[in-house]
């Protein structure tokens, strides 16, 4: 029933900036918690970023703060990811995710059940 679709990966230099899109389908009540996870090669899949559909919450990997900016329209049924200041080491390739209803913001992915396919980031130096 719950479908995510990302977009907007791509090739930058360090210090350049992309933002990433996660259209969602299906039942809202499916997709109350959305998040942004990353996987580079040889490494664990890690929490970039989590949102309540609402938006009134909000969580950042200490890695990120600062630099990335997580968003949603509900009207859209879409959740962003604004890289800015990207890094070499945030080339990875970037995953949406979606849960039901949680009281906060789950950070592993293993707490998640909905997926998107990814989409490439690469950051050159």
């Known amino acids: 029933q719950v479908q995510l679709v990302e977009s907007g990966g791509g090739l930058v230099q360090a210090g350049g900036s992309l933002r990433l899109s996660c259209a969602a389908s299906?039942?809202?009540?499916?997709?109350?918690?959305m998040a942004w996870f990353r996987q580079a090669p040889g490494k664990e899949r890690e929490f970039v970023a989590g949102i309540s559909r609402s938006g009134a919450s909000t969580n950042y990997a200490d890695s990120v703060k600062g630099r990335f900016t997580i968003s949603s329209d509900n009207a859209k049924n879409t959740v962003y990811l604004q890289m800015n200041s990207l890094k070499p080491e945030d080339t990875a390739v970037y995953y949406c995710a979606s849960r039901k209803f949680t009281f906060g913001i789950i950070t592993t992915y293993k707490g998640y059940e909905y997926w998107g396919q990814g989409t490439q980031v690469t950051v050159s130096s």
């Open positions: 299906g039942p809202t009540s499916s997709t109350y918690l």
